[in-house]
């Protein structure tokens, strides 16, 4: 296969979330359409069927009736020509261009296309866009965005809602989160996801903390209750809070009063937005960023005498990063020349001093030259011997 030939399920790859992410969203106007047809639906034919069982009902009574399921389906035709121009037809436009812009890789052969080199050139603003949200850089996101016009290919209502979220937690505000539960709460109970029993529980917490217990008392019979199935050891534990005020709180007690889960709800709600709008947790620049350093990672790379100052990895802030990716495999070794860059090998034979360290013979007739038939150990000074007593190192 020709090393410049374009693996485009390979570039897919990298595409889930940015076609999901859209998807996932009009799902929810459906739903939510749908919601509203059976529900107003529903109501017409009871009255339907009511009208149905009195055939000797008054005239002015059965017209009333008629012009009230009128009203209804007239109201639902509203409700659902506004949701799908609001929120269904920009959905739907998102969905489109970014189809376009995936399918317009497709038919390119080659990773030096000039095609391919404007469609990365997209996808690296794209991942530049991501990361800025991600950590909180929504001005320069927006502003990254409306200069490359990619605004319908990033997610940024997105994450500024989870942004929104996020501030409202931080706050010690569980509202915002408990309403995005509230929307999301058959995918959040399909996922078997707890968020939403962790905030009404931060919320009792918070009462206990104030010392209303009867308040809390309420809010438990209220909201805690019905978690009592999965939750029972949680809601005993928080039942016995009241006789423990903050001051005098210990153990276990003083684990539940910890400002800190307040961050831990915060972690909790940013997994499972990213998980229900099927978002990597890292940004996708970090991951593209992943697969190219665990190419060139090796062992040698964070050894202080033994980094190379061309390979990526071998800098802090790349090395860093590379942390968490594994070791590259290679079924051959490559041996490159600490003073030239060069690869070794038949052309350019391995050269060693006494000491066993090893150079390119190009870089070593070059110092020679210089050096009136001399070389020296760049990493020993005091390493001085003769080219012509330098060595061959035969690679196996």
């Avoid at 979220?165 to 309403?179: F, H, P, V």
């Amino acid at each position: 296969m020709s090393l410049s030939k374009l693996n485009s399920d390979g570039v897919m790859l990298f595409e889930q979330p940015f076609a999901r992410v859209p998807y996932e969203n009009y799902r929810k106007v459906f739903r939510t359409s749908q919601k509203n047809i059976e529900k107003e639906m529903g109501a017409v034919q009871t009255a339907a069927n009511e009208l149905a069982k009195r055939p000797d009902a008054d005239a002015d009574a059965t017209l009333k009736a008629i012009d009230g399921m009128i009203a209804r389906v007239d109201g639902l035709k509203r409700k659902l020509s506004d949701m799908q121009e609001t929120s269904g037809s920009p959905t739907l436009g998102v969905m489109r261009e970014r189809f376009q812009h995936l399918a317009a890789v497709e038919n390119v052969e080659s990773l030096t296309a000039p095609e391919f080199t404007r469609w990365a050139d997209v996808r690296l603003d794209r991942w530049l866009v991501d990361w800025c949200l991600r950590n909180g850089k929504e001005k320069t996101a927006r502003m990254i965005a409306t200069q490359k016009g990619i605004e319908k290919l990033v997610d940024i209502d997105l994450f500024s809602d989870i942004r929104r979220i996020e501030d409202g937690l931080t706050r010690k505000s569980c509202t915002e989160a408990l309403t995005w539960c509230s929307e999301n709460k058959q995918a959040l109970r399909k996922l078997k996801n707890t968020l939403e029993f962790d905030l009404r529980l931060q919320e009792y917490i918070e009462l206990a903390r104030v010392g209303k217990a009867q308040e809390a008392m309420a809010y438990s019979k209220k909201h805690l209750l019905s978690w009592q199935e999965t939750h029972h050891d949680q809601i005993i534990q928080v039942a016995t809070l009241l006789a423990v005020p903050p001051a005098r709180a210990f153990g276990p007690y003083k684990r539940l009063y910890d400002l800190g889960r307040w961050n831990t709800l915060i972690q909790s709600f940013r997994l499972a937005i990213y998980h229900l709008s099927t978002l990597p947790t890292e940004p996708l620049l970090h991951l593209a960023m992943y697969a190219g350093l665990a190419s060139l990672k090796l062992p040698a790379c964070y050894g202080h005498e033994t980094r190379n100052v061309d390979c990526p990895v071998c800098q802090p802030d790349l090395g860093t990063l590379a942390r968490e990716a594994p070791f590259s495999h290679h079924v051959n070794s490559t041996i490159v020349c600490r003073i030239s860059g060069k690869i070794m090998g038949a052309d350019n034979m391995p050269l060693a001093f006494r000491n066993g360290q090893v150079y390119s013979r190009e870089a070593l007739e070059e110092m020679a030259a210089r050096n009136d038939g001399y070389v020296v150990d760049p990493r020993d000074p005091g390493e001085r011997q003769k080219f012509s007593e330098l060595r061959k190192v035969f690679i196996s």
